[in-house]
Nanobody, 125 residues
Framework: QVQLVESGGGLVQAGGSLRLSCAYF????????MGWFRQAPGKEREFVGA????????LYADSVKGRFTVSRDGGKKTVYLQMVSLKPEDTAVYYC??????????????????WGQGTHVTVSS
């Protein structure tokens, strides 16, 4: 049974920073991709960034490129989303997800197998 637990969300002023964490619990796959998505009120869920666990390859949405960084800690089985220069439009529920037995980061939410419960990020202007 795979479980993803996100943490680190909260309220921050525009221009501030937050780091989200996603801890992975469950079987060890030989290869997998972990992604971050977000869903703002009244909008569809969108891709934020992803990382290949095996080689660290990353992929980002244009809207966050240069501001957000996805990283991983293999020992802790945790993936991070470091967010800087936050904007009010970054306000959303942020979800992490895992795509098992895969190595190439992908933007499609339908491709991911397991999801966390989400953590709220609110950026005030």
């Amino acid at each position: 049974q795979v479980q993803l637990v996100e943490s680190g969300g909260g309220l921050v002023q525009a221009g501030g920073s937050l780091r989200l964490s996603c801890a992975y619990f469950g079987p060890t796959f030989s290869r997998y991709v972990m992604g971050w998505f977000r869903q703002a009120p009244g909008k569809e869920r969108e891709f934020v960034g992803a990382i290949s666990w095996s080689d660290g390859m990353t992929l980002y949405a244009d809207s966050v490129k240069g501001r957000f960084t996805v990283s991983r800690d293999g020992g802790k089985k945790t993936v991070y989303l470091q967010m800087v220069s936050l904007k009010p439009e970054d306000t959303a529920v942020y979800y992490c997800a895992v795509k098992a037995m895969w190595t190439v980061p992908t933007t499609s939410d339908g491709a991911y197998d397991y999801w966390g419960q989400g953590t709220h990020v609110t950026v005030s202007s």
